[in-house]
T-cell receptor, first 115, second 112 residues
Framework: EAGVVQSPRYKIIEKKQPVAFWCNPI?????LYWYRQNLGQGPELLIR????????DSQLPKDRFSAERLKGVDSTLKIQPAELGDSAVYLC?????????????FGSGTQLSVL | KQEVTQIPAALSVPEGENLVLNCSFT??????LQWFRQDPGKGLTSLLL?????REQTSGRLNASLDKSSGRSTLYIAASQPGDSATYLC???????????FGAGTQVVVTP
């Protein structure tokens, strides 16, 4: 069974440019998470989806970040415009039901460098 | 606000030694605690999940304990191998939807 798939693996852009990350969760997983991991730190939640509904986006910087999960499967996270401080690894994760007592499965992440 | 701390930040041991990794959290109102492994340039792999009502969880050479009242968890890796070299992160689930609060991780190097 395929795991969580993310693309691209790496992205280098200049500040003020837009960038988008894509995630395909494990088949059948209803809950999808986007996390951001800064160097030397643990991941921090940006947004959580239950099917196509964003149920927790309290930590998403909405002035420049947006996300969507059309049809409750794939998801896209966008930054426009990117800032130097956005350089980080963006991780997507999924779980079956998001009940709080199940394991999360993470993708390999997208490493973003903003120059 | 929940804070998760992992000490030490880095650890180096010779092959064969047992590894002891520590995790502490400030708010004991958690749903569960999870340990993850992260290899360089890769995502996180779930190792163990301990429910809030449990005291420990075991998988192969890995054993994790949980003392919720004191806000501590310990991950033991028996008879370490070079392949165990990675960063180990602990995280607590703080709501019924599975929101994880992570520590910064302990970077482990096992030397042959």
């Amino acid at each position: 069974e395929a795991g969580v798939v993310q693309s691209p693996r790496y992205k280098i852009i200049e500040k003020k440019q837009p960038v988008a990350f894509w995630c395909n969760p494990i088949s059948g997983h209803n809950t999808l998470y986007w996390y951001r991991q800064n160097l030397g730190q643990g991941p921090e939640l940006l947004i959580r989806y239950e099917n196509e509904e964003a149920v927790d986006d309290s930590q998403l910087p909405k002035d420049r970040f947006s996300a969507e999960r059309l049809k409750g499967v794939d998801s896209t996270l966008k930054i426009q415009p990117a800032e130097l401080g956005d350089s980080a690894v963006y991780l997507c994760a999924s779980s079956l039901e998001g009940t709080g007592n199940e394991k999360l499965f993470f993708g390999s992440g997208t490493q973003l460098s903003v120059l | 606000k929940q804070e998760v701390t992992q000490i030490p930040a880095a650890l180096s041991v010779p092959e064969g030694e047992n590894l002891v990794l520590n995790c502490s959290f400030t708010d004991s109102a958690i749903y569960n605690l999870q340990w993850f492994r992260q290899d360089p340039g890769k995502g996180l792999t779930s190792l163990l999940l301990i429910q809030s009502s449990q005291r420990e969880q075991t998988s192969g050479r890995l054993n994790a304990s949980l003392d919720k009242s004191s806000g501590r968890s310990t991950l033991y890796i028996a008879a370490s191998q070079p392949g165990d070299s990675a960063t180990y992160l602990c995280a607590v689930v703080t709501d019924s939807w599975g929101k994880l609060q992570f520590g910064a991780g302990t970077q482990v190097v096992v030397t042959p």
